[in-house]
């Protein structure tokens, strides 16, 4: 049997996990522009008040811009700003959504505050409520994500909280990865790295079940591609899922 020989990858190449990462993202933000440029009244959820799925995060605190400088970082600016950009007014209402987001960044920082990485984790914890969100609202308009069918089937809420933990666990390892590669091995930092790692590993065996449930294309991209698991970029591996519809 010949064995396969690859090309060398050319100098100063990123990590193939890295390059995938990249592509993830991008595919997020095309998929997100259309939907939100149509100016077109979004549907109503049954059960779910639109303006509290799509609900703008918290803003950063008003310090130096270190908190912003460290999401530039870890190349999570758009995860941040596109939010502040898209989302509708808060009304003083937190739903399932945004409340399993605070319990993830309380649960990595475990009362740890007052830091531009602690501020940075705690915004892409309140932005991944949104990308959960605002995809689940335009979800009708999307296709399942192995069969290319439209109209997947009715999700329950409890699997979108679960999602949103899930990506926001995903979205802070990222973030306290940057935070790690440029501080002086953080002991703080490095803890709340270790948490992020194992919510991430305690949550891979309900991963599976999890992405059946979401079904639509966007949502799965979105929770898979976010957390560290054995399941990460496989479609993108395979060269199926998202470069058949993009």
Same mark, same amino acid.
């Given at each position: 049997?010949?064995?396969?020989?690859?090309?060398?990858?050319?100098?100063?190449?990123?990590?193939?996990?890295?390059?995938?990462?990249?592509?993830?993202?991008?595919?997020?933000?095309?998929?997100?522009?259309?939907?939100?440029?149509?100016?077109?009244?979004?549907?109503?959820?049954?059960?779910?008040?639109?303006?509290?799925?799509?609900?703008?995060?918290?803003?950063?605190?008003?310090?130096?811009?270190?908190?912003?400088?460290?999401?530039?970082?870890?190349?999570?600016?758009?995860?941040?700003?596109?939010?502040?950009?898209?989302?509708?007014?808060?009304?003083?209402?937190?739903?399932?959504?945004?409340?399993?987001?605070?319990?993830?960044?309380?649960?990595?920082?475990?009362?740890?505050?007052?830091? *531009?990485?602690?501020?940075? +984790?705690?915004? =892409? &914890?309140? $932005? #991944?409520? /949104?990308?959960?969100? %605002?995809?689940?609202?335009?979800?009708?308009?999307?296709?399942?994500?192995?069969?290319?069918?439209?109209?997947?089937?009715?999700?329950?809420?409890?699997?979108?909280?679960?999602?949103?933990?899930?990506?926001?666990?995903?979205?802070?390892?990222?973030?306290?990865?940057?935070?790690?590669?440029?501080?002086?091995?953080?002991?703080?930092?490095?803890?709340?790295?270790?948490?992020?790692?194992?919510?991430?590993?305690?949550?891979?065996?309900?991963?599976?079940?999890?992405?059946?449930?979401? *079904?639509?294309?966007?949502? +799965?991209?979105? =929770? &898979?591609? $976010? #957390?560290? /698991?054995?399941?990460? %970029?496989?479609?993108?591996?395979?060269?199926?899922?998202?470069?058949?519809?993009?």
């Amino acid at each position: 049997m010949t064995s396969l020989t690859l090309p060398p990858r050319p100098p100063g190449s990123p990590p193939l996990a890295h390059a995938w990462q990249t592509l993830a993202d991008g595919l997020l933000t095309q998929r997100l522009h259309p939907a939100v440029t149509e100016k077109k009244a979004l549907p109503d959820v049954p059960g779910a008040d639109v303006s509290v799925l799509a609900q703008r995060p918290s803003l950063l605190p008003a310090t130096d811009g270190s908190a912003m400088a460290l999401l530039e970082a870890a190349r999570l600016g758009f995860w941040w700003e596109l939010p502040q950009r898209h989302g509708t007014e808060s009304r003083n209402q937190r739903g399932a959504l945004h409340r399993a987001a605070d319990t993830a960044a309380q649960n990595i920082l475990a009362e740890q505050s007052g830091m *531009a990485w602690s501020d940075a +984790v705690t915004a =892409v &914890s309140g $932005a #991944a409520a /949104w990308w959960v969100g %605002f995809f689940t609202v335009i979800r009708h308009r999307g296709v399942h994500h192995i069969t290319l069918e439209p109209h997947p089937s009715p999700l329950h809420e409890q699997a979108l909280g679960t999602a949103v933990s899930v990506v926001a666990h995903g979205m802070a390892t990222r973030v306290l990865e940057a935070a790690l590669r440029d501080s002086d091995d953080d002991p703080d930092v490095r803890a709340a790295y270790c948490r992020a790692i194992e919510a991430e590993i305690c949550a891979e065996p309900e991963l599976p079940r999890l992405i059946d449930e979401l *079904a639509e294309l966007r949502l +799965v991209d979105l =929770v &898979s591609t $976010a #957390a560290r /698991w054995r399941g990460r %970029f496989t479609k993108y591996a395979g060269g199926t899922g998202a470069g058949q519809v993009e």
